[in-house]
């Protein structure tokens, strides 16, 4: 029961992002535990300025005040670099959002890319440069892989079609070749 409550867990947090999940394994909590210092394991004027927040400098030995100042200028320190910026995680929704905030008023088609990297959007037919990207062949012991088989189609409100890959990013222009136009 505990492996099954486990795996639907992990299901639920399998798009959040390691840092934003705010859980600890049980390895996590073990590894903190072990990182703790014991206040009774500190220096009897230490113990107090944890509990009290105030120091007595006349208890301390030579040895500890030398000490607590290497600690002060290590936590001044490090307080004054400056703290890396978090990458945002992004979804394939937030993605496509971006897009119609972009290109307000436009249409998103979804087109099926063959082998070769033909496809057809709004009645037009398009090649995609197959040779390199996410939609060039990947050799595997069984034969060809393909990681993305579809490309969005952005008609714009202007007349005017970009593209994006299955995945939501913008694919470059020059990665896309116009054909002919398609009869239906």
């Known amino acids: 029961m505990k492996r099954l409550l ?8 399998r798009d959040v992002p390691p840092e934003d999940r705010d859980t600890l394994t049980i390895y996590k909590v073990m590894v903190i535990g072990s990182r703790e210092i014991s206040l009774s394991d500190c220096p009897e004027a230490i ?3 944890a509990e009290s927040g105030r120091l007595d400098w006349n208890r301390l030995s030579a040895d500890d005040k030398l000490r607590y100042e290497l600690m002060k200028d290590r936590m001044q320190s490090c307080a004054t670099e400056k703290p890396k910026k978090q990458k945002k995680h992004s979804t394939r929704f937030d993605r496509l ?4 905030r972009k290109y307000p008023g436009c249409k998103m088609i979804t087109c099926r890319v063959d ?12 090649r995609m440069d197959s040779t390199r990207g ?10 060809d892989q393909y990681d993305m088989d579809r490309i969005i ?4 409100a202007d007349g005017t079609v970009r593209f994006a890959d299955q995945d939501g990013y ?8 116009v054909q002919e136009k398609v009869k239906r």
């Open 134 to 143: 996410k939609y060039a062949p990947r050799k595997t012991r069984y034969g």
């Open 170 to 177: 913008e694919v470059d222009d020059e990665m896309i070749e």
């Open 97 to 100: 959002e971006a897009i119609r």
């Open 153 to 156: 189609g952005i008609c714009c």
């Open 47 to 49: 113990a107090e300025l």
């Open 115 to 126: 082998v070769d990297g033909s496809f057809i959007c709004a009645g037009r037919g398009y």
């Open 6 to 13: 486990d795996r639907c867990g992990t299901l639920l947090l």
